[in-house]
T-cell receptor, first 115, second 112 residues
Framework: GDSVTQTEGPVTVSESESLIINCTYS????????LFWYVRYPGEGLQLLLK?????QKGSSRGFEATYNKETTSFHLQKASVQESDSAVYYC????????????FGAGTQLIVIP | EAAVTQSPRNKVTVTGGNVTLSCRQT?????MYWYRQDTGHGLRLIHY???????QIGDVPDGYKATRTTQEDFFLLLELASPSQTSLYFC???????????FGPGTRLTVL
């Protein structure tokens, strides 16, 4: 079945530095998946950060970007300059074909931003 | 804005105990989901539903029952809890199949 692998945390970055969290997914079907990044702030539920459903497209939100690369089956999350408020756990996820709503999540990457 | 609430937020029970986790959404969404999250694993889908009275099996359903009594309310039942079910449980809802899922804050369950 589908699987998602992402950077193992915790990832520690100083404020104003750049960030990349890697995400790769399995290519078990010819159907291209929808790809998501969700974020979970302390004490809260997950919330959608960005979503891309078309290969080659880039999604962006709150200064974060991710590009859907079907050749490398990757969807890495990047930010040019992190802030302390970005400290959270980030989850890469995919849904595919008739199982579009049955999301498969990566293990999550905890980001710690040092002021 | 979408609102999904869960209760209780924390629960401790003993092996063999009976536990019900509750989830309510006020978004008029058709789809609701129950996930569990364990260290080193992503969220894993237990059960989901696309409307009142409907139940679909997810990826890790063993040991769990669920019931969708209304469009708003979705319950997860552990009838003979085991320590392996110690986990963080999330409920979510979505308006569309494949659309954005809105999550509750989670219930931390400990089975001793």
């Amino acid at each position: 079945g589908d699987s998602v692998t992402q950077t193992e945390g915790p990832v520690t970055v100083s404020e104003s530095e750049s960030l990349i969290i890697n995400c790769t997914y399995s290519a078990t079907s010819i159907a291209y998946p929808n790809l998501f990044w969700y974020v979970r702030y302390p004490g809260e539920g997950l919330q959608l950060l960005l979503k891309v459903i078309t290969a080659g497209q880039k999604g962006s939100s709150r200064g974060f970007e991710a590009t859907y690369n079907k050749e490398t089956t990757s969807f890495h999350l990047q930010k040019a300059s992190v802030q302390e408020s970005d400290s959270a756990v980030y989850y890469c996820a995919l849904g595919r074909g008739s199982a579009l709503g049955r999301l498969h999540f990566g293990a999550g990457t905890q980001l710690i931003v040092i002021p | 804005e979408a609102a999904v609430t869960q209760s209780p937020r924390n629960k401790v029970t003993v092996t063999g105990g009976n536990v019900t986790l509750s989830c309510r959404q006020t978004n008029s969404h058709n789809y609701m989901y129950w996930y569990r999250q364990d260290t080193g694993h992503g969220l894993r889908l237990i059960h989901y539903s696309y409307g009142a009275g409907n139940l679909q099996i997810g990826d890790v359903p063993d040991g769990y029952k669920a019931t969708r009594t209304t469009q708003e309310d979705f319950f997860l039942l552990l009838e003979l809890a085991s320590p392996s079910q110690t986990s963080l449980y999330f409920c979510a809802s979505s308006g569309d199949w494949g659309g954005e899922q809105y999550f509750g804050p989670g219930t931390r369950l400990t089975v001793l």
